[in-house]
C-alpha cells in the first residue's frame, strides 16, 4: 500500500491527542512581547478582573494557534514513508472558548484529506480542536494543511 493510500484510509479517523500543555500568565506575557500584542485582557489581571466576562487574564487566540506544532509533536504520530513535512497552512479557525491563565489545553488531530499535489509530495488536511481541561466546549478548531515529502 502506497503513503497515499494509507493516509487516505484514514480520513475521518481520530489519529491522535497531545500531551496537555499549561498556559502560564508567562507564556501568555511572552508572547504579547513578541507579537506586540498587549491588550490588558492578556497582561493585566486586575484590569481583566474588573472590565471583562473572563475573571482574569486570557491565552491569546493566535497564542492557542501557534502551539499547532507543539501538539503535532506528541499527538500526531509520523506518517511512514514521509522524508519530512511542511507546514502549507489553514483553511479554517475559529477561535470558540478564551483560555484562563493557568488551564491546560491539548490538540485533537483528525485526518481531513490527503491527495497528491505533485509527484512525491503529498497534501494533507487535519481538523484540530484544542481542547480545555475540564472545558465542555474547544478553545479553537482549525483545519491545518502539511506538506508531506515522500
Known amino acids: ?3 497515499l493510500e494509507d493516509l487516505q484510509s484514514k480520513v475521518g479517523r481520530e489519529l491522535g491527542v497531545s500531551d496537555w500543555v ?3 500568565q508567562d507564556r501568555i506575557s511572552n508572547f504579547a ?3 506586540e500584542d498587549h491588550q490588558f485582557i492578556h497582561i493585566d489581571e486586575e484590569k481583566a478582573k474588573m472590565f471583562t466576562p473572563f475573571g482574569g487574564t486570557i491565552a491569546h487566540g493566535f497564542l492557542t494557534l ?3 506544532s507543539r501538539f503535532a509533536e506528541t499527538g500526531l504520530p509520523a506518517v511512514k514513508g514521509a522524508k519530512m513535512g511542511m507546514n502549507y497552512g489553514l483553511n479554517k479557525v ?3 472558548s478564551p483560555v484562563p491563565r493557568g488551564a491546560k489545553i491539548r490538540g485533537k488531530f483528525v ?3 490527503a491527495e497528491e499535489k505533485n509527484p512525491g509530495q503529498l497534501l494533507v488536511s487535519y481538523q484540530i480542536t484544542a481542547e ?3 472545558a465542555s466546549k474547544p478553545a479553537m478548531v482549525a483545519e491545518w494543511l502539511t506538506l508531506l515529502f515522500i
Request: glycine residues 10%.
Open 132 to 134: 480545555i481541561e475540564g
Open 66 to 68: 501557534s502551539l499547532l
Open 1 to 3: 500500500m502506497s503513503v
Open 33 to 35: 512581547d513578541v507579537t
Open 94 to 96: 475559529r477561535f470558540l
Open 111 to 113: 485526518l481531513g484529506s
Open 22 to 24: 499549561e498556559i502560564s
